[in-house]
C-alpha cells in the first residue's frame, strides 16, 4: 500500500502548480487572480516564486473575452 500512496502522491505534484491546485481549474484562476491583484495593489507578498505564464494568460483572457461580451450589449 505505501508503494502506491507513494507513487499517487507522486503523480499528485505533477497535476499541480506551486499554488497546489491544478492548473486551468476555477481554484486556480482565482487563486492566481487575487495574488496578481494584491501584488498590483502593492501589497506585501508572503508567497515567493513566480506567477505562471498560463495565470497571465488565463486572467488577460478572461478580461477580453468580458470586454467583448460588453461591446455587443445594445
Not at 27 to 47: F, H, N
Request: glycine residues 6%; without cysteine.
Amino acid at each position: 500500500m505505501s508503494n502506491l500512496l507513494r507513487r499517487v502522491r507522486k503523480l499528485e505534484t505533477r497535476r499541480t502548480d506551486n499554488s497546489g491546485l491544478a492548473p486551468q481549474s476555477e481554484a486556480w484562476l482565482d487563486y492566481w487572480e487575487r495574488r496578481i491583484e494584491r501584488l498590483l495593489g502593492g501589497e506585501s507578498q508572503r508567497e515567493t516564486g513566480r506567477i505562471p505564464l498560463e495565470a497571465v494568460d488565463a486572467i488577460v483572457a478572461a478580461g477580453t473575452a468580458e470586454r467583448e461580451r460588453e461591446s455587443l450589449q445594445p
